[in-house]
């Protein structure tokens, strides 16, 4: 795993092989392949890992929490630091992104087994929450849960792909977060006594 994150970070998805990766990692190529079908499989793993680290623990810890919005606000915190955990992942967004039109099965499978989780374990959270009366009810969940997700990642991960260090300390990241949870409370929650 740690030999093909090397790899596609150093050469790019379309210049890495399977033989390459066996290769280097002193492995034998169908030792890969029993654990992964392709090499858009491996990819997906690689970058499953990396994302994995930042989310397991509120993966477990708040699926089941007794205060939803509570829940929902820690979950989102943790997305924030997606691009900041580990230099390889804003790589391997970036290589992702540059190849996403020639390999559309690669961005299905990324989709299915990382931006999916995430966004179920958001409208998980939302639906919980808006059963307690926390979040208003009126916006579509999706929709909800795109907005909240768009605010924790979208403008972190543009910087970060454009090489700029934006929030390079977790006092900065806390504020930007507080700043991102106040706009979303406004709208999602302050909303519920007008329903």
Known sequence: MDTATQLFIEQGYAATSVDQIASVAGAGKQTIYRRYASKEELFGAV?????????ENP??????????LQA????????LDLAFVKPETMSLY????SEALRFPDLVALVTKSV??????????LLEAARKK?????????????????GMCT???FQQTLFGNRSLSNETERDAFF???????VKGAVDGVARQ
């Open 47 to 55: 970058i499953l890992e990396l994302v994995r680290s930042v989310l």
């Open 115 to 124: 931006l999916q989780p995430i966004d179920d374990m958001l409208i998980h």
């Open 72 to 79: 929902l606000r820690d979950f989102s915190r943790s997305l």
């Open 94 to 97: 970036r290589i992702l992104v």
């Open 178 to 184: 507080e700043s991102i949870w106040t706009v979303f």
């Open 59 to 68: 993966l477990k810890m708040r699926a089941n929490a007794a205060d939803p």
């Open 133 to 149: 009366g926390q979040v208003r009810a009126d916006v579509p969940i999706e929709d909800q849960c795109h907005i909240l997700g």
């Open 154 to 156: 979208g403008w972190v």
